[in-house]
């Protein structure tokens, strides 16, 4: 995302991230790290095959299998704990939102088709606001329990190892949520326009939305079904399946995402809306989805899509995805967001100055490879996202009409020992620290200190190598720094995590002029 603010992300209050400093103290004492450290992930059962569960009849009377137990109630993500759950994965989501009004509540529904990586006694969604109605498994009520932003389903029977499940949960949704941070984020869930909605859920407002296994490296494939008074269209990510008529004059929209989305990138925007269709490179259908009266007046700046993708292209090989489109936010809400192939742009960007319009659709562009297609595994990746995205927004800037990228990475590498006391180092942020400048401009930092090392041409192989390799999966900082290494020729361990993680910027490679301003308490 960026913040299209005249206040820049980094300029919130540097305060104390009082988690993070007890959880280093704790840490020091050996405590809280363990725990944090040891559960559950990702990417399997981390537990001794001893928890797991042995052999035996199940409570419900099954001859044989793992004892079912609880699913976690998140992925383990030391920065945001609770956020996804273990026990499952989701194989598709299927929404459906019966919209009614803006700012009114609705009946929604949401559709998990789901496969169990464990035996399971109960599972969590993650669940915030709305108004619950009725949750069922395979067909048969099943209790449901909220405790936080966790849903806690028990099944009427538990569901075995492996086998496939489905999770039916009604809900009057309420399209006025939103929750605050103090970083570049400000404001996030629904976004009310005057008629209708768009959706900005980074980080983990998607729960506001629906149910769902939130976390940025957890994807599935989303079928949207949304049904809209007449005289109004509803928009989501990838394709338009189908626009049926309906009793009333209401309209079902039906949209398929095509590739695998995760949760906070999903996009669901109704309103007045034109579709303005092009095309980009080697005919990539162009759908930019502009509210009536802002069609011609944003033109301009969103006429020049096909050329950074053009330009994007040469840097980072293929866009990923099979569409891709600009939806013109009518909000007020200061910032852009990558939802997956369709970025949202608010028309405060669109309608003011050309150099300060590309530098958001760039970056958000840039986001469809890195941070979309190539999704982080855990939050303290994102540095690999925001900070790519700034980068390129930078690079293309310099070459259009903005200000010098150089110029830019010495005026960052002049603050980054403070940026790194305030907000931890590229690749430590802390929770409340997540998308502060550090993040942005410190980030794309770490990536010219690369190029500046290994030199533009082989920087330029490491980055279309990354996009490549990794699209369309889950990917980290150690992946990368492993890629740069193999694709250089050398081990660059020791030089990427001085810049990850150290408490002091290292010298930068090629300006042995540039020095780091004194860090202010
Ligand atoms: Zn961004």
Same mark, same amino acid.
């Given at each position: 995302m960026t913040a299209t603010s005249t206040r820049p992300p980094g300029a919130a209050r540097p305060r104390r991230p009082r988690g993070a400093l007890a959880a280093a103290l704790l840490c020091a004492a050996g405590l809280l790290c363990a725990a944090l450290l040891a559960g559950p992930l990702?990417? #399997?059962?981390?537990?001794p095959a001893a928890q797991r569960g042995t052999p035996a009849a199940g409570p419900s009377g099954a001859a044989s299998g793992p004892v079912p137990s609880p699913g976690a109630p #998140?992925? #383990?993500?030391? %920065? !945001?704990?609770?956020?996804g759950n273990g026990g499952y994965t989701v194989r598709r989501y299927t929404l459906a939102f019966d919209w009614r009004a803006p700012r009114t509540p609705f009946p929604a529904g949401a559709t998990i088709d789901a496969t169990a990586t464990q035996a399971l006694s109960r599972f969590h969604l993650d669940f915030a606001g709305n108004t619950l109605r009725q949750v069922t498994v395979d067909g048969e009520r099943a209790k449901a329990v909220r405790d936080g932003d966790e849903l806690v389903v028990t099944p009427a029977r538990p569901i075995r190892e492996g086998g496939a499940f489905t999770v039916h949960v009604d809900y009057t949704a309420d399209p006025t949520q939103q929750r605050e941070r103090d970083? /570049?984020?400000r404001v996030y869930g629904w976004g009310p326009t005057p008629d209708g909605t768009v959706v900005c /859920?980074?980080?983990?407002? /998607?729960k506001m939305i629906f149910p769902v296994n939130d976390h940025p490296s957890l994807r599935a494939p989303v079928t949207f079904r949304i049904t809209t008074p007449p005289g109004l269209t509803a928009v989501a990510n990838g394709r338009l399946v189908e626009r049926a008529g309906r009793p009333g004059g209401r309209i079902r929209w039906t949209y398929d995402s095509e590739h695998p989305v995760a949760a906070q990138l999903v996009q669901l925007a109704i309103g007045r809306f034109t579709f303005a269709d092009s095309t980009g490179p080697r005919g990539l259908p162009v759908r930019d989805v502009v509210p009536d009266g802002l069609v011609g007046d944003t033109e301009d700046h969103r006429s020049r899509t096909a050329g950074h993708l053009a330009w994007l292209e040469r840097r980072l090989? @293929?866009? @990923?995805? &099979?569409r891709y489109g600009v939806l013109v936010g009518d909000?007020? !809400? @200061?910032v852009a967001l990558e939802t997956q192939s369709l970025s949202v742009v608010p028309r405060a960007v669109l309608l003011g100055d050309r150099v300060r319009a590309e530098r958001d659709l760039v970056h958000e562009l840039v986001h469809q490879w890195t941070?979309?297609?190539? /999704?982080?595994? &855990?939050?303290?990746? %994102?540095w690999l996202s925001e900070g790519h995205a700034r980068f390129y927004e930078r690079l293309y800037s310099d070459a259009h009409g903005g200000p010098g990228l150089e110029d830019a990475m010495r005026a960052a590498y002049e603050q980054h020992d403070q940026w790194r006391r305030d907000a931890g180092a590229p690749a430590e942020p802390a929770e409340p620290t997540l998308f502060t400048v550090m993040r942005y401009d410190g980030s794309a930092l770490v990536l010219y200190a690369l190029r500046e090392k290994v030199g533009e041409e082989v920087f330029e192989k490491i980055e279309r190598a990354w996009v490549t390799t990794y699209r369309g999966r889950v990917a980290g900082t150690r992946d990368f720094v492993r890629l740069a290494s193999r694709v250089a020729g050398e081990d660059l361990a020791p030089f990427l995590d001085a810049w990850l993680y150290g408490e002091r910027t290292p010298p930068m490679p090629g300006h042995p002029d540039w020095q780091v301003d004194p860090v202010l308490s």
């Open positions: 990702p990417f #399997g059962d981390q537990r #998140g992925v #383990g993500d030391p %920065l !945001l704990p609770l956020d970083d /570049a984020i /859920a980074q980080p983990n407002g /998607a090989g @293929p866009y @990923p995805f &099979r909000t007020d !809400l @200061p941070g979309n297609s190539v /999704a982080i595994r &855990r939050w303290s990746d %994102l």
